[in-house]
């Protein structure tokens, strides 16, 4: 318990060091994940064949991807008793839920919403930084000793609003917690689905709230409403997973009075970055994962540009390695140091996944449409709760809206935003776009996850011409 204190009180003095001396971190602890994935990976040690460990350079390894780790599972990971059959067959059976593979890991899977699920392997030193990074780097109030004891004699209560029990990776965070972080803050989970959630958040009375951005939007609407009571005793609230909107985040903030620490993560590397307590984004827990925004080829991308993939390099997994392993992320990074005192680097900007965005056909070749067409459109309209576009037909999508309960709405003005940012993006006259407006949208039921983009027809059958697209 001791150790588990100092460990997390040191880890939040790093972040206020300096990029030299997180730089040299990163760099020692790269050469021993790769020198490990080498020495007991048969799939890295083909992979990185005649790089020399001595003068490793990040950039002169190759990149890596989900489709690729999980078709040589059995061969990636470090330790030979892991099959992918054999966690396959461990995950499918419910009664697994909360229980350690072989005794010692924790096994999660990624929602899918990219394509084929990602396995992911975690040691407990994994959770254990994640919540030590949440308890310091994520603290909206002083951190230090005299903070520990005051948790310590009255701990934090702590409400995970989750879609209950499974091997998604927030729900399996949350069942694996630390016991020592357990000390600090004491945890209850909830079903987002329970229709009395409501209710036993008022009995529960959290002083932190984490769950996905469009869930804590649907808990402002129920404080607006006077259904939901839970100031003053409120002091954190934590968005994860899901992107938060500009709008999102000023409804909740302007609800509560506190603010949404946003944090971006994924389950490849659950504790990737932490929401920043002053400015826009999140800042990258730098000294235990590397993060990249690259463009098409794999180029880096200047600060303030969107990149066209995320890179992840996580330098705490040595089961499972993630080295420059590929999400698709449209990321910008800050361009400036941040005022809340940490010098890590910002992700100021996530524009949505690659499942965000839809594959139109132009001329002779397809054209990608992201997410932030019909964002932009529909965060200007006030009277819109929640939007959902579903790509029904090739170059065709519908668009749900669901209203603010009594709000009224203006069909004209809505078809005149759409038009708007269809042409902006040069995209007029290639999209039909039909509005209907529907009384609630829905999370996914298998993910919990809301999905504001889903598509009918997925990508084009013809990756060439894809390619080609993208130039
Ligand atoms: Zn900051």
């Known amino acids: 318990m001791l150790a588990f204190s100092v460990r997390a009180l040191a880890l939040a003095v790093v972040p206020k060091l300096g990029p030299r001396f997180v730089q040299s971190l990163q760099q020692k602890r790269l050469k021993s994940l790769v020198r490990l994935a080498v020495e007991r990976s048969p799939h890295f040690r083909k992979k990185y064949q005649g790089i020399e460990l001595s003068r490793l350079s990040l950039t002169d390894l190759p990149p890596s991807n989900k489709a690729e780790l999980m078709a040589n599972f059995d061969s990636v990971v470090t330790d030979r008793r892991l099959k992918r059959a054999g966690i396959e067959q461990f995950i499918d059976n419910p009664e697994n839920e909360g229980l350690r593979y072989l005794g010692q890991y924790i096994i999660s899977h990624t929602s899918g919403s990219q394509g084929q699920p990602m396995l992911v392997v975690q040691q407990p030193r994994h959770l254990e930084l994640l919540f030590s990074f949440q308890m310091t780097r994520g603290n909206l109030g002083k951190v230090g000793p005299a903070e520990a004891i005051r948790r310590l004699r009255q701990p934090e209560r702590m409400?995970?609003?989750?879609?209950?029990?499974?091997?998604?990776?927030?729900?399996?965070?949350?069942?694996?917690?630390?016991?020592?972080?357990?000390?600090?803050?004491?945890?209850?989970?909830?079903a987002q689905t329970d229709p009395r959630l409501v209710d036993a958040l008022n009995e529960y009375r959290p002083t932190i709230i984490t769950a996905y951005a469009s869930v804590l939007e649907s808990l402002a609407l129920e404080a607006q409403a006077g259904r939901l009571k839970l100031e003053p005793e409120l002091r954190q609230l934590v968005s994860n997973s899901e992107v938060l909107t500009d709008r999102a985040r000023a409804r909740i903030e302007g609800t509560f009075g506190i603010r949404v620490l946003n944090n971006y993560a994924t389950g490849e590397c659950t504790f990737l970055t932490t929401g920043c307590r002053q400015g826009r984004?999140?800042?990258?827990?730098?000294?235990w994962v590397i993060l990249e925004v690259v463009d098409e080829k794999y180029q880096p991308v200047p600060n303030g540009t969107p990149g066209r993939k995320v890179l992840i390099t996580n330098l705490a997994n040595t089961v499972l390695p993630f080295i420059r392993y590929e999400i698709g992320d449209v990321a910008t990074m800050g361009v400036e140091n941040c005022g809340c005192g940490n010098r890590f680097p910002r992700v100021e900007h996530i524009a949505g996944r690659d499942a965000d965005a839809f594959w139109i056909n132009d001329g002779p070749g397809y054209r990608r449409v992201i997410s932030i067409v019909f964002s932009h459109a529909f965060e200007f309209l006030r009277e819109v709760r929640e939007w959902q576009a579903i790509q029904t037909e090739r170059n065709r999508v519908e668009v749900r809206l669901e209203l603010i309960p009594g709000a009224s709405y203006d069909p004209e003005r809505t078809r005149h935003l759409i038009h708007r940012e269809l042409s902006e993006h040069g995209y007029q006259g290639l999209l039909e776009v039909e509005v209907k407006v529907v009384p609630r949208l829905l999370p996914d039921p298998k993910t919990g996850k809301f999905q504001r983009m889903i598509s009918r027809v997925g990508l084009p059958d013809d990756p060439a011409r894809v390619a080609a697209a993208i130039g």
Not at 281 to 287: S, W
């Open 159 to 190: 409400a995970a609003i989750l879609l209950g029990k499974d091997f998604f990776p927030t729900a399996s965070t949350f069942q694996n917690m630390p016991v020592q972080a357990q000390r600090y803050v004491k945890l209850r989970r909830f």
């Open 281 to 287: 984004g999140a800042h990258v827990n730098a000294d």
